[in-house]
């Protein structure tokens, strides 16, 4: 599905290829029953070829142009762009579709670096976040094999507080954004891939596909490996993972999507089992032990909230500032295609830690031939989390904005 180099001739060659109705020239969205502010919305593309490498948006209402992208990462290639006014429930718009050639080139406003052994996302010149291809070294020379690479960290919030940790003192095995599974069988064996400290199991970047800047969204496409008996003679490669990051072109929020692809890389199965944690896990500031929190879409919180079964989970605490200490967080959306959706999530009573964790629920399998796709979307903010504008978000990215072109 993916090429490992994107020289700019095969981009050229390819955005051309794709087509667009030819009586098709206007695009009409619809916002259906939920307000939409701020979002991203897309449509696939199909019918006549276009020779245009580059397409504008124009309103047919105010004018405006808005910026498109090209999203390749799938068999059906997407175009994409940013909501540039709000459009409330039971409204609608329509844009022109005109080629972008006699206008002026959109600058990149969502860049992916390679630097430091990372991928560094910045949306201008702030930093969103980054991606840590290379092994970091374990903060303590014995043990060692808290080494790690595969998960994302630093995540910063718009005013650049950071809003993760990495290698915590109390659990040195957590990092930022990782997916390890914790309790599960392979060729009748158990295997930990979420504590290092039981030598059982890991998980390692393996490789970067791509990296993609764009005016409307940035980011990158990786790959993973989950690996059984790590430097023993049973050694084995269980599950092959793809990492497809976006960051999109906001203003006063980050807004990104995560999407996962888990498959076996082997003939046999993987059986995760029942367990109270593991999966999609999120590590907040180390600060946030004491005055952070969480809160859920049922507006529960680590008192209350374990074992629930939300729409979205924010976590959120004190953060430096230039005078006094503030409050960030950000959210994480689970998609209602999900596996075991709205999954039940573990929300740690002392440590500023949750997961995704489908496993609550019971045993389930990873199959061969079967792809295990994860969906979660980020909105990062500064402040407490506000409710109703989260809810919002969710509402958009479980119903998306229809999409329809008119002749």
């Not at 490789?207 to 800047?213: E, G, L, P, Q």
């Not at 764009?214 to 050694?235: R, S």
Request: with cysteine.
């Amino acid at each position: 599905m993916f090429r490992q180099k994107y020289s700019l001739l095969t981009l050229l060659l390819f955005v051309t290829s794709l087509q667009i109705p030819a009586a098709a020239e206007t695009i009409k969205i619809e916002a259906g029953e939920y307000d939409r502010i701020g979002v991203p919305v897309r449509c696939e593309l199909s019918g006549d070829i276009t020779a245009n490498p580059r397409l504008l948006l124009i309103s047919k209402d105010t004018k405006q142009k808005i910026p498109t992208q090209i999203d390749w990462s799938s068999d059906k290639p997407k175009l994409c762009w940013m909501l540039e006014q709000p459009l409330y429930a039971g409204e609608n718009r329509t844009y022109l579709v005109v080629p972008a050639d006699n206008n002026p080139q959109p600058l990149p406003q969502v860049r992916a670096e390679r630097r430091h052994g990372a991928i560094k996302v910045l949306l201008g010149k702030t930093p969103v976040l980054e991606y840590n291809v290379d092994i970091r070294p374990s903060p303590v020379e014995s043990p060692s094999y808290y080494a790690r690479s595969g998960f994302i960290h630093p995540i910063y919030d718009p005013a650049g507080n950071i809003l993760t940790d990495d290698f915590p003192p109390d659990h040195y095995h957590q990092h930022g954004i990782m997916f390890p599974y914790k309790k599960t069988l392979f060729r009748g064996e158990f295997v930990n891939f979420w504590e290092q400290s039981a030598r059982l199991g890991d998980v390692f970047h393996q490789d970067v596909v791509t990296t993609i800047t764009g005016p409307v969204y940035g980011g990158f496409i990786c790959k993973l490996d989950h690996i059984a008996f790590p430097k023993t003679e049973k050694q084995t490669t269980v599950l092959n993972e793809v990492w497809q990051v976006k960051v999109y072109k906001t203003k006063s929020i980050f807004l990104v999507d995560f999407l996962s692809h888990q498959r076996c890389a082997t003939d046999q199965p993987l059986l995760i089992q029942q367990n109270h944690y593991g999966g999609f896990a999120i590590r907040g500031r180390r600060n946030w032990s004491e005055g952070g929190d969480f809160l859920t879409s049922e507006g529960k919180s680590k008192t209350n909230g374990n074992h629930t079964r939300p729409n979205w989970v924010d976590i959120y605490g004190p953060v430096p500032s230039a005078e006094s200490a503030t409050l960030s967080g950000f959210a994480v959306l689970g998609h209602p295609d999900n596996f075991q959706a709205p999954q039940p999530v573990r929300l740690h009573p002392s440590m500023p830690y949750y997961c995704f964790a489908p496993m609550v629920l019971g045993d389930f399998k990873i199959k061969p031939g079967h792809v295990f796709t994860s969906r979660y979307r980020f909105v990062i903010h500064l402040g407490k989390a506000q409710p109703n504008e989260i809810t919002r978000f969710y509402d958009d990215y479980a119903n998306p904005i229809k999409v329809t072109f008119e002749k």
